[in-house]
């Protein structure tokens, strides 16, 4: 028996489509034990997700796991999966990621040939098709990362200030990252193209250098956060409203729902205002304060089990 714990993932950062992604002290947590006798994998669920996700071979988490074994032409064993999940689903903060990743980590602790640290990411974004989510949950931190040619992942992880915290608006509102997906252009004005490029520069050398000034003008986008606007009730009025309370600055968490405000203090007053924001517009939210996670997804002896 052995835990595997992943962190939640915040990506895009703004300007940073696809490009950025950050893991947050906000974890899942799977427990796995082989055998059990019945000859089929058994899952429970615990926390988010405990009404809806899958029990079985359709579950990601044990999709991810499997799909590791096949690559190395290998059946997995017969497990028992115990999730303890405090990622919401469907929310921008990286469920899905964490499914994967978490699934991946479990296979690499039951095969007898592992993975290297570069292959698990290259199933990761296979599985996840991007890599911003994966790579964050995976390896911590802030990750910038690209797709090369053949499908070859391009990453750096890097430490973020030690005084950054982040407050995180999670509506009750759910959004696939499909349907965030299909409201986006196919094209882009040059102008925009170069707004974001030239913020996406500023934001990572503002986080690199401890310049967090620079975040309010750094975190601005024009490629995606525009166009997924209207699907979130009163998205502008919780910028502005985390922006008042003192927040450094503010971005859609992934595809969203979520948003994610970065500051170094008032962190609940800048979370009251973001739910009073939501509430304005008839959505409940809850705001959760926490920090940048420099360590990725790990895994825990018994003795530290899924303590949520």
Known sequence: ??????????????????????????????????????????????GEGA????????????????????????LPPELHLRLVNNIPLA???????????????????????????????????????????VSAALLGGLVISCAGPEGKNHYLKTRLPESLRLVVAIPELKLSTQEARRVLPDLLPRRDAVFNLGRTALL???????????????????????????????MEEVFAGAREAGALGVALSGSGPSIIAFAQDHLPEIGAAMVNAFARHGIRARFVSTKPAWQGAETLPQLRLCTA
């Not at 893991?23 to 427990?31: K, M």
């Not at 921008?92 to 990743?101: E, K, N, Q």
Request: glycine share 10%.
């Open 1 to 46: 028996m052995f835990c595997v714990r992943i962190p939640a993932s915040t990506a895009n950062l703004g300007p940073g489509f696809d490009a950025l992604g950050l893991a947050l002290e906000l974890y899942n947590y799977i427990e796995v034990t082989v055998g059990g006798g019945t000859g089929r994998p058994s899952i429970a669920v615990q």
């Open 51 to 74: 009404e809806e996700l899958p029990r079985g071979e359709d579950n990601l988490v044990y999709q991810a796991l499997a799909y590791a074994f096949r690559r190395r032409s290998l």
């Open 91 to 133: 929310r921008g903060l990286g469920s899905s990621a964490a499914a994967i990743v978490g699934g991946l980590l479990a296979a690499q602790e039951l095969l007898p040939v592992p993975f290297s640290p570069e292959e698990l990411l290259d199933l990761a974004c296979e599985l996840e098709g991007h890599p911003d989510n």
């Open 204 to 234: 990572t050398a503002s986080l690199l250098t401890n310049n967090l000034s620079a975040l309010a003008f750094a975190l601005e986008d024009r490629l995606h956060q525009p166009y997924r606007s209207p699907l979130i009730p009163g």
